[in-house]
């Protein structure tokens, strides 16, 4: 089951930090005694988190981006969202009430 | 990126982490430290100045995460000048406190200086059980104010519980207390018998009924709170059946810097007869990380021996503990005992069964000046 859904609205918390590694020339994510190493597909989505756009609106987005199919891309999309989630290194909100109705199995 | 050449087969990536320990001063008297025996006195400690061109060196040389330890670090009066001093050149700044001696407001001016997460210790669930092992009055009150405040300030707290052979039953009040007071993540870290946690040995080591009930508490827990709270844990490597990628290798991503300036790959490698480990107003990090020969003595897999050297899980784990080996058996480059394929395994099993089921010793506990390096020594004879 997963903790995440396409009616959710998905942020970084403050504390969790995306930036660009000089050193390392790619991307870091870091939390409390963890660093991850997103890949670029990760680091964009990550980029488009928050501001209010539930996580089937920011698919259907870089499903026009980048012509491909908008289920294919919300599957993508919460799968790789889903391992912070799991480590509790994102905030949800829950939005409308069939939330617990769309979410993907 | 190019590197300097060592004249190791393997590549040297940046460290990502920076343990600086900024004093051993501490007001309570844990039997478990993991700092040294000779502890380092006020007047050989790092200045501001220093620590802070350590963090700006840090991060030049790729360090990510800095934790800032001790001892208690809330005893530096400088901790809010060195936050912001990480702060302001990238680090991801993590505070190891005791929580004795750090307040609210205090907590709020490290945040607004820069501080990312604080981790808090909490020695037990029971203001009794606190009291046994850090030997400070009204501890757990303190704890647990600060971990409110953080909560109040927005900031990330992780409760640090250290697990032994008095507390460990009592793994699911940790859990409990991490969700009542809003963790952000929970360290279920079984002792590690390094500093005084080896003095302690006998008095603290679970026995092996104790650690299968943790084993099965960790795992429903770990599939429960999904999403809730993080959990990490630290199982005690003498019941091991292959040992722990200590410190993820020698030299391979973290480096620790005590409060008198002297780097090393881990907290413990001060135990390792024949190394000399360079200070930070001697050499740049990036010298030290990269071409001091305590950094390469056990780097990558060259310097192993039989059964390490052609097994397959010797990049995974890189036979476990140098100063494990060093303490237990008196040679840094043998196997881990910890690990079923050293043939001294089984002499380390049977150690933590004996020690667990004799009725405990009292606890030698923590405090400056305390001598007591020959009974470690006799402890070290006696072992494995």
Redesign the interface.
Known sequence: MSLLGPADVVRLPSWVVLRFDPVRRRHVLLAPERVLFPCPTTVTILQRLGEGRRLADLAAELAREFDAPAGEILEDVIALLEELACGCLLEVRRCGHDAAAERVA | ?TQPPNGSPESIE?P??LLAELTHRCPLQCPYCSNPLELVRRERELETADWSRVFAEAA???V??LHLSGGEPALRPDLETLVARAAAV?L?T?LITSAVGLDADRLARLRDAGL??V?ISFQDVTPEGVELIGRAPGALSKKIALARAAVEL???W?LNAVLHRHNLDRVERFLELALELGA??I?LANVQYYGWGFVNRAALMPTRAQLDRFRAVLERAVREL?????I?YVIPDYYARYPKPCMSGWGRSVMVVAPDGTVMPCHAAWVIPGLTFPRVQEQPLRAIWYESAAFNAFRGTGWMREPCRSCPRREEDFGGCRCQAAMLLGDAAATDPACALSPHHEAMVQLAERESTAPPPPFTYRRMGARTTLRQRELAAAGA
Do not use: V, W
């Not at chain 2, 999904?226 to 993080?230: D, E, I, S, V």
């Open positions: 990126m940046p990502m982490g030049e040389l790729g990510l995460q990238g991801y993590n990312h997460h981790q927005g900031l990330p992780t952000h993540r360290e999904r999403g809730r709270l993080a990490d």
